[in-house]
């Protein structure tokens, strides 16, 4: 498994693939960072008149409705129906999902369009499966991922998508009843804004390339993990780790990575 994700991982730095994001207002600069570190190609492009072009010519999209209003959300839906047209992979980042009704209906709306990945935490995937639940706390999770498997499992059912439940262990699950555990990364992410937000993004690059969607998404949610376990040792607080996650993402090298990864197959 090891050099297979490698692998994953030099194919993006190869083929550089175009990735067209709507995401939100806060992580925008973050997310395009780390594409770039990665070898991808970001553009966050929202603009109603040039979406179908977009992702037209994109190798995949990410939508994340971390920041919606009224105007993003039409870019969104067409976003979603042009790229399921096309055949275009894309993820969902249902950040916030179960926070108000407004949300809720609009993720709805974009599930009919059949996301390749879902990438969120456990309270969100509960949401966005419609377990009843009060467990949301704005984008923070208040539940583990495993509270979530079998509402990630009615999704996978449902519409066919890789579901990406993340936490202290990302569980990873297809309609091949394969499930997958990638157990690393550092408790300090969680106070660096938008780091969940940068795993879809990147799951958005390893689609774009990868055939094998669910590879894909573990070789993504490895690569950060990772590079979030070897910054934290240079890094004196979240500030540092920011930035040397970027520079990470950037000079893995296959000694580093081969040597962090912790995936298990469930």
């Known amino acids: ?46 603009a109603k008149s040039e979406i ?3 992702v037209n010519i994109a190798d995949a999209v990410l939508i994340n409705i971390g920041t919606l209003d009224e105007y993003w959300v039409e870019s969104m839906l067409i976003t979603a129906k042009t790229a399921h047209t096309l055949n275009t992979p894309w993820v969902l980042d249902p950040v916030g999902a179960g926070a ?3 949300r809720d209906d609009i993720l ?6 059949r996301p390749t990945v879902i ?7 509960l949401a966005l499966a419609e377990f009843n639940t009060t467990t949301t706390k704005g984008v923070d999770s208040t539940v583990l991922s495993n509270d979530a498997v079998q ?11 890789v579901i990406c439940i ?22 300090m992410m969680t106070k660096v804004t938008g780091m969940g937000c940068t795993a879809s993004a990147l799951i958005a690059a390893f689609i774009a390339v990868i055939e094998d969607k669910t590879a894909a998404t573990m070789a993504a949610m490895a690569l950060l993990g990772i590079a979030g ?11 540092s780790l920011q930035t040397n996650i970027l520079d990470k993402l950037y000079a893995i090298s296959e000694t580093e990575f081969n040597g962090q990864l912790n995936v298990l197959k469930g």
């Open 229 to 239: 376990e070897l910054s934290e040792r240079q890094s004196t607080g979240p500030g």
């Open 100 to 102: 108000t009704p407004y």
């Open 1 to 46: 498994m090891e050099r297979t994700l490698w692998n994953h991982i030099q194919s993006i730095k190869k083929q550089s693939p175009l990735i067209h994001n709507i995401t939100n207002y806060v992580v925008m600069n973050n997310t395009a960072n780390a594409l770039l570190a990665v070898g991808a190609s970001p553009v966050m492009a929202h």
């Open 52 to 54: 179908k072009d977009m």
């Open 119 to 125: 990438r969120g935490n456990a309270s969100e995937i």
């Open 151 to 161: 509402a990630a499992l009615d999704l996978v059912n449902k519409y066919g998508t």
């Open 166 to 187: 993340s936490g202290a262990t990302d569980i990873i699950l297809n309609s091949s009843r394969q499930t997958y555990f990638v157990k690393n990364g550092h408790s």
């Open 108 to 113: 709805q709306k974009l599930l009919q369009y």
